[in-house]
């Protein structure tokens, strides 16, 4: 039980009962799909087409279809893979970071952020693939003994940290995600009938809602919760350290790890703010994902596009301080060489256009969170850009100096990984409910099923708040 | 058993801490979320799950050590960059994240084995809107139960429906 203070916005407005929790959330999975749907997925269909072209023509092609050379070996793919990785960040820190920190906003908005990091880390992962140049042999990073014909991989390497990083936060995210999902999908059971009831109780696992089976599932929960805040941290750790253990000016720094991390975040709300200004909209959960969430969110990419900012600034002066020359030219070139643009587009998307959030009203006006949204997108794939090309493109040799102008099929990759993104976040909406019931069902104050709530004291007294 | 059916947590909680203290056995109360400390009133026993998730993380840290160093020492050491084949430190992040995957593995395996949960099981659902917006508390009924007094029991406490169920659950 917990007492919330009656001048405290709730959290679920409308004056909801669970019967309407239930009903709401679960209309798009009962009734055909809307048009909206339709067009949303058709179109990220399509796109999701030129993506599969796109890598295909790769696969085929090799690396010699991508605008790579021999002094920008790294370039839109891995610049692709750590957006994507970033991106799914988000989802973790809602589930996983705000449940240890007791914040039940995050309850109507953990399930669709859980949904976006594994798609993200599905979209990441195929980056890793598809850089590879030859896709069949993405087995040999996984330590294997040396009879089955490679050697043993070298566990120095950053890189190797990064395969088992990676697959490790994919797995246990999508473990989370499903054992949040068990007693939704329960609800779905119980509703269904014929063909939906066969494959919605297949996945129920016979949850029965006893207090005993919550009680394990609380504990569970919490666990799940505790292992995967460290997990979701050292991964973007790791995914920084790729560049920080190499000795390239501009990467080596030891500030690579918190600066990941914060932007990864920043990101992930960026893409979480994306989805949920149109989502809570088109699938009518204004009461669940309030105007209150939104601003909570902006606060955040307030407050992480900041750090970020602080972490351009501070890389200056490490490198000014340092004394050394190479780093010094590395960041003068990235804010006036060649590729300025890209750095000027980085530092006024995510650490100047974030600061509009200061204002109420920019934290209060969904179509200009949604455009802040996007920008911060944009600008969180350029920050990835100018730390691989830019730090690249001129190393120690000046008779090596070159530049790198990306092809059709990395762009089309580019673009084509969104619409693997959003194809699958489309049939997530269409056969999942979106927001975790139980949860939101516990954050209802009780009073709102007493039928003489007119009488009964108005204090929001609430039972329950699943494992929260 | 007997059932009694309810549309509110807070009458739910409070009837069964007269059931439990008027001496009656409830078998179980179903609720479409966990209600806190209800738990506590029907006497279930803390949870082993976090001794198991403790158990696997120690599994997944001894695993994750032994693997890398057979690999890169005992078993064929390479000599990359004049790195040292046996370097505790580079093995943390692996120590790490194989601790976490066992972990979270092996303690939702767990978890299924202890509710008797699987893909596909066809479970005897109390009452179908237990996962929608109702919560069902559970009694035994054995010979000595005063079956009059507990449905009295049930309907002052505010049930909306007291029902006798054969089948045991």
């Known amino acids: 039980m917990s007492y919330e203070s009656p001048i405290r916005e709730p959290l679920v407005t409308g004056g909801k009962t669970y019967a309407d929790v239930t009903r709401d959330i679960l209309r798009p999975l009962e009734n055909n799909a809307s048009k909206s749907w339709w067009i949303g997925f058709s179109v990220s269909a399509v796109v999701l087409a030129i993506w599969i072209a796109a890598t295909t023509w790769t696969m085929l092609e090799g690396i010699g279809a991508w605008g790579l050379n021999k002094t920008v070996g790294w370039a839109f793919d891995i610049t692709n893979f750590v957006f994507w990785v970033g ?20 309850m109507s908005i953990n399930r669709s952020a859980e949904a976006m990091t594994i798609f993200a880390v599905i979209c990441a992962a ?25 050697l043993w991989v070298n566990f120095n390497s950053p890189l190797v ?6 697959s490790t936060y994919f797995s246990v995210s999508l473990v989370f995600w499903y054992i949040g999902l068990i007693p939704d999908i329960a609800t779905v059971r119980d509703r269904a009938e014929g063909l939906r009831k066969f494959i919605y109780n297949f996945f129920s696992m016979g949850w029965n809602g006893s207090t005993r089976t919550w009680h394990r599932y609380e504990m569970i929960s919490l666990i799940l919760a505790g292992i995967s805040t460290p997990l979701v941290l050292s991964v973007h750790s790791i995914v920084s350290m790729d560049f920080a253990t190499s000795l390239v000016p501009g990467w080596h720094t030891t500030i690579f790890p ?6 990864a975040i920043f990101s992930g709300f960026g893409m979480v703010l994306t989805l949920l200004v149109i989502g809570r909209v088109v699938l009518k959960q204004e009461n669940y994902i309030t105007m209150g969430h939104l601003d909570a969110m902006c606060r955040i990419v307030m407050l992480t596009g900041t750090m970020v900012g602080l972490a351009y600034i501070t890389e200056f002066f490490v490198a000014a301080y340092s004394g050394v020359e190479y780093e010094q030219y590395a960041f003068i070139n990235r804010a006036s060489g060649p590729y300025w643009w890209s750095y000027w587009i980085m530092m006024t998307c995510n650490l100047i256009a974030p600061q509009v959030f200061w204002t109420k009203w920019a934290r209060s006006t969904p179509w200009f969170i949604f455009l802040m949204s996007i920008i911060v997108n944009i600008g969180m794939w350029f920050e990835r850009f100018v730390i691989i090309v830019t730090s690249l493109h ?25 619409g693997l993104f959003f194809t699958l976040y489309f049939l997530f909406c269409k056969y999942l409910p979106t927001i975790n019931m139980a949860e939101v069902k516990s954050i209802i104050p009780t009073h709102a099923h007493d039928e003489h709530h007119q009488e009964a004291d108005h204090s929001t007294i609430e039972k329950g708040a699943a494992h929260g | 058993m007997m059932l009694g059916v309810y549309d509110n947590p807070d009458t739910v909680f409070s009837v069964t801490e007269n059931l439990v203290k008027a001496g009656y056995d409830v078998h179980d109360v179903y609720t479409p979320f966990a209600v806190h400390n209800l738990d506590k009133v029907i006497g279930v026993k803390r949870t082993r799950l976090s001794i198991a998730a403790f158990c696997f993380a120690m599994t997944g840290l001894v695993s994750a050590i032994a693997l890398q160093t057979y690999a890169s020492y005992f078993d064929w050491q390479m000599n990359i960059g004049g790195k040292p084949s046996l370097h505790i430190p580079t093995y943390i992040p692996i ?3 194989l601790s976490i995957l066992f972990t979270a593995f092996g303690m939702v395996g767990c978890f299924f084995i202890v509710n008797r949960m699987f893909w596909g099981r066809n479970t005897d659902i109390i009452d179908l809107r237990v996962t929608d917006d109702r919560f069902v508390i559970a009694v035994n009924i054995h010979s000595k139960t005063d079956v009059k007094a507990l449905e009295q029991t049930f309907v002052s406490g505010g049930a909306i429906e007291v029902r006798e169920r054969a089948k045991d659950l």
């Open chain 1, 87 to 106: 991106i799914g960040h988000a989802g973790t820190l809602i589930s996983a970071v705000l449940l240890l920190f007791r914040q039940k906003w995050r």
């Open chain 1, 126 to 150: 195929s980056f890793i693939l598809s850089h590879m140049g030859r896709p069949w042999v993405a087995y040999w990073p996984i330590p294997l003994p040396n009879a089955f014909g490679t």
């Open chain 1, 161 to 166: 940290w990064d395969v088992f990083a990676i």
């Open chain 1, 258 to 263: 918190p600066y990941f991390v914060a932007g």
């Open chain 1, 394 to 418: 001129r190393d120690f040799i000046p008779s090596s100096w070159t530049m790198y102008t990306p092809t059709i099929t990395e762009f089309a990759i580019l673009i084509g990984s969104f």
């Open chain 2, 95 to 97: 120590t790490f994240e």
